[in-house]
C-alpha cells in the first residue's frame, strides 16, 4: 500500500510503514490518495475522505499505470464481518470485496452521500436482513461495479435505504433473496434513486421483484437497462 499526498508528493509506504489498508488510511488526511498492491487484505472503515484504488504492483508512477483487473486486490470478510463500512466522502475504486457477513450491508455500508464506489467486483457477501452486496444509508454513487452472487432476506445485490443513491453501468448478476423482495435492487420508501445503464440478469427473490423492487413510494428513475431472466 503506498500513501501518495497530492499536492506536496509525499509518500509513506507500506509495509515498511504500514503493513495493512486500514492502517493507512488512518495516517492519511482528508484528500490523499491511497495506493494499494495486488493482494489479499482485511476488512476497513473508511472515516476519511481519502480516495482508495486498487490495482497496483508497486512499481507504477501514476495511477493510470494500474490494471485492477489483472491485479486483484481483494479485501476479504472471511465470513466474519462485513467488508468495508464508509463514513466519510471517500472514492473505493478497483477491489474484489467478498466474503462479508453482516447485518444491513454484507459486503459494505455506505454511510456518507458523498462517497464513490467504481470498478469494483462485489461477489459472495451475505446479510440476513438487508443489502448483502451494498447497503445505502445515504445517497452515494456506484458506479462500473459487478455486483454478483450476494444474498440477504431484502435487497440482495444493492438495498437503498430510504435514499436517492445513484447506480450506474453495473452488473448486477446472480443475486439471491430466499424470503423477501428484491433479488438485484431494492428501492426502500418515498426517496427517486437513479438507475442508469446497468445490466440486471439472473437474480431471484422469493416475493416481489427478482430484478428490482420498488417500495410502493418509491420514484426511482430507471433507464438505459438490460433487465432479464430474472
Not at 476519511?48 to 507504477?60: D, H, K, L, M, R
Not at 508512477?61 to 465470513?79: C, K, S, V
Not at 445505502?136 to 458506479?143: C, R, V
Amino acid at each position: 500500500v503506498r500513501v501518495k499526498e497530492k499536492l506536496s508528493g509525499e509518500e509513506i509506504d507500506v509495509p515498511a510503514d504500514h503493513a495493512t489498508i486500514q492502517g493507512a488510511i488512518d495516517a492519511a488526511a482528508a484528500g490523499n490518495e491511497i495506493w494499494v498492491r495486488t493482494g489479499t487484505y482485511a476488512p476497513i472503515s473508511i472515516d476519511v475522505a481519502v480516495s482508495i484504488y486498487g490495482g497496483f504492483v508497486g512499481t507504477e508512477i501514476q495511477r493510470t499505470g494500474r490494471n485492477p483487473a489483472t491485479y486483484l486486490t481483494t479485501i476479504d470478510g472471511q465470513d466474519t464481518g462485513r467488508c468495508v463500512h464508509v463514513t466519510a466522502a471517500a472514492v473505493l475504486d478497483g477491489f474484489t470485496i467478498t466474503n462479508g457477513s453482516s447485518s444491513n450491508g454484507g459486503g459494505m455500508l455506505i454511510s456518507d452521500g458523498g462517497a464513490t464506489i467504481a470498478n469494483c467486483k462485489i461477489d459472495g457477501n451475505i446479510s440476513p436482513d438487508y443489502g448483502g452486496g451494498v447497503y445505502f444509508s445515504s445517497a452515494a454513487t456506484i458506479e462500473n461495479c459487478d455486483i454478483t452472487n450476494n444474498q440477504a432476506n431484502t435487497g440482495s445485490g444493492i438495498y437503498n435505504g430510504y435514499v436517492s443513491s445513484t447506480i450506474s453501468g453495473c452488473l448486477i448478476d446472480g443475486n439471491r433473496v430466499n424470503s423477501g423482495s428484491g433479488g438485484g435492487i431494492f428501492n426502500d420508501g418515498g426517496f427517486a434513486p437513479v438507475i442508469t445503464g446497468c445490466t440486471i440478469k439472473n437474480n431471484y427473490a422469493s416475493t416481489n421483484g427478482g430484478g428490482i423492487c420498488n417500495d410502493e413510494k418509491n420514484d426511482a428513475v430507471i433507464s438505459g437497462c438490460t433487465i432479464v431472466l430474472n
